[in-house]
Structure formats: C-alpha cells, structure tokens
Antibody, heavy 119, light 110 residues
C-alpha cells in the first residue's frame, strides 16, 4: 500500500528551527516527486516546496531561503528543514507524492504534522 | 494571496449540479494542466481531477473538469451529502516556478 507519513511537528518560538520528515512506504522516493503543502489555521492549502527525482528543488516565495527540502534515499524519507521560523509559518504541513500516471497529480497524501510558531 | 482565485462558496440540494471556477493567468491556468483536490477537515486532501479533465481511478464520474483560456471549472453532478468539503484547484506557474493552489471553494449540501 502506498503511504506517506509526516512527523517532526511541534511548538517552537519565532526564529527557531524544525525538521519535518516524510516517510514513504509502498514506493521509492528516488523514483517519485515529493512535495510539501501547508494549511494555516482557517486558511486554504498553500504549496511550499518540491523535490524531483533528479534532485532539483523549488520553493514558494514565502519560504525560499529559510526552508530546505532534501531526501535520504536509504530511508525513503524526504525532509523539510525549516529555519528562521515565523508566526506565519504556523500550519499543518502535508507531504504528498506526485505520480506520472496522473500527469504528476498529488495522489498520495499524509495526515499532516502540526507546526506552531509562537512566543 | 494566491494568484489563482476561486469562487468562495457553492451550494446545492442533493441531486443538483454545482460548478465552481478557478481563474488564473497565462503563466498558470492558461498554459499548464489543472488539478482539483477535495479536502475535508482533519483529513488528507484527495486528487479528484488531473490533466484538467481526467479522473483518477475510483473517482466517480459525477466529478468533471474543464478549461477555457485562463479559467478552469469543476462540476459536481448528482450532488451528495458526502461532497460537502473544500475544493482546490492547483496548477504550476511558469513565472513563479512553483505550484499554486487556488483560494478554495467551500461546497455546502443544503
């Protein structure tokens, strides 16, 4: 069964760092595009970052320069390193797989991990 | 604020047809595939439509997508109570070099 599970969320102060993990099962992250999407309280979905099979990465303007997406092939896990966190980064963070079968639609999502940035 | 805007809400009675819009620009909706996702509170979003008008396996044919120029639409026919959710369009933006989610449409079943 294809599954992704996020972890690593928590409560941190502004300016702190946090690393989120997205562990895949039932497929290999080396052969998939993986993306992070977040939803702030009371707001809509917001795209955050993506890593392609070849290692190319892209970021939303709101997080570029502060967040870094990476991959550990041996653990089938994708990470989102979040530095210099701001109150506005408070959200539930989802990771998702993009699959070529569905023209790179996001077909497998996790349940999300909550990040709260507050003093 | 998202560069792709959606109608904020839509509603209908069971069995009715509802439509929702997704308005963008030539750098996103006008030039790339559009995806639609259904999101219920506390759950993982679900892929409903890919490549503008295609349904993944398991998605009922009550859901249909279309596009004209820089605007896309999602229609739900034969509305059911379980369709009550938020619906988001998503698209790659060539100018931003990133994906963009629309502002979302809340569907209510009266």
């Amino acid at each position: 069964e294809v599954q992704v599970v996020e972890s690593g969320g928590g409560l941190v102060q502004p300016g702190a760092s946090l690393r989120l993990s997205c562990e895949a099962s039932g497929f290999s992250v080396t052969r998939s595009y993986i993306t992070w999407v977040r939803q702030a309280p009371g707001k809509g979905l917001e795209w955050v970052s993506i890593i392609y099979t070849g290692g190319t990465t892209y970021y939303a303007d709101a997080v570029r320069g502060r967040f870094t997406i990476s991959r550990d092939n041996s653990k089938d896990t994708v990470y989102l390193q979040m530095n210099s966190l701001r109150v506005e980064d408070t959200a539930v963070y989802y990771c998702a797989r993009l699959i070529e079968t569905y023209s790179y639609g996001m077909d497998a999502w996790g349940q999300g991990t909550s990040v709260i940035v507050s003093s | 604020q998202s560069v792709v805007t959606q109608s904020p809400s839509a509603s209908g009675t069971p069995g009715q047809r509802v439509t929702m819009s997704c308005s963008g620009s030539t750098s996103n909706v006008g030039s790339n595939d559009v995806y639609w996702y259904q999101h219920l509170p506390g759950t993982a979003p679900k892929l409903l439509i890919y490549k503008t008008d295609q349904r993944p396996s398991g998605v009922p044919d009550r859901f249909s997508g279309s596009k004209s120029g820089t605007s896309a639409s999602l229609a739900i026919s034969g509305l059911r109570s379980e369709d009550e959710a938020a619906y988001y369009c998503a698209v790659w933006d060539d100018s931003l070099t990133g994906y963009v989610f629309g502002t979302g449409t809340e569907v209510s079943v009266l």
